[in-house]
């Protein structure tokens, strides 16, 4: 019974290892074909290329009825998350030298409990650095853009969004949603 078995065994391995050598492997996926994906980069919108500025086409990918993303807010929604906040960055005078390259983050948090509510990231910047920053910046949709806020520049060598050991910071606090003319200087470093 058991010498059965066995033969058995092997009569099904020696058909399906054959079988199994004579089949084609399977391409890998065309990189031309992939979608797009829905989700926007971290990054300035400011300098997109014009394609990028135009409205976006219905994504396959969405359930039916979802609105497109990017679409504009819907009607009735607050004032408070359309408003944005504006200004200039700079940097302290002591720390001029360790201004060069790196990624400019700007974080808006609420002034009551300090929970972020926007970010945007830019690359490539020079001091004095024009920044503007609102709802549209939201990194959870559906995220209120109202005020009193705390923003923060930081300028992370690394790139990478959480401060680390060399990066510059600079803080304001108490900023109006609307405000066009606030003034934030990289003053500190992290250690």
Request: charged share 20%.
């Amino acid at each position: 019974m058991r010498d059965a078995r066995r033969l058995t065994i092997v009569l099904v391995l020696a058909g399906v290892l054959p079988a199994c050598q004579r089949e084609k492997p399977v391409p890998p996926p065309d990189a031309e074909a992939a979608p797009a994906s829905s989700l926007r980069p971290l990054t300035s919108r400011d300098r997109s290329r014009p394609a990028e500025s135009a409205a976006p086409a219905a994504d396959a990918s969405l359930p039916p009825g979802h609105p497109p993303v990017d679409a504009a807010p819907p009607p009735g929604a607050a004032a408070a998350d359309m408003g944005s906040v504006a200004g200039t960055i700079a940097v302290g005078p002591s720390l001029q030298s360790r201004a060069a390259g790196g990624v400019l983050f700007v974080i808006a948090r609420s002034g009551a409990d300090r929970r972020i509510v926007a970010v945007r990231r830019e690359d490539n910047v020079t001091f004095p650095f024009k920044f503007a920053i609102s709802g549209r910046d939201a990194m959870i949709a559906g995220t209120t853009f109202a005020g009193p806020l705390e923003v923060t520049a930081r300028l992370s060598k690394s790139g990478d969004a959480v401060a680390a050991k060399g990066d510059l910071e600079g803080t304001v606090r108490g900023v109006a949603v609307g405000a066009t003319n606030v003034k934030i200087t990289l003053d500190t470093v992290h250690e």
